[in-house]
């Protein structure tokens, strides 16, 4: 089973992808994009690793 993301990481992360499409499928790059805009570093890595699971996901084509 995997780990269950906050309503707040989620919302988030939609949000973002709504606003830019700068966003890649690669954590490292989307957690630079973040920057110091996150509120702590938990929190952006956390974003960044679900924005980088949907764009993985968009790719294969498994997105709702």
Known sequence: ???IKSTLVKRT???LLKEENNFSEDFNVNKKLL???MPSKKVRNKIA???SRLKVQ???GKVQ
Do not use: L, Q, V
Request: hydrophobic share 20%; aromatic share 6%; glycine share 26%.
């Open 35 to 37: 920057g110091d805009t």
């Open 13 to 15: 992360g939609h949000n």
């Open 58 to 60: 968009a790719r294969e």
């Open 1 to 3: 089973m995997g780990r």
């Open 49 to 51: 690793g679900y924005i």
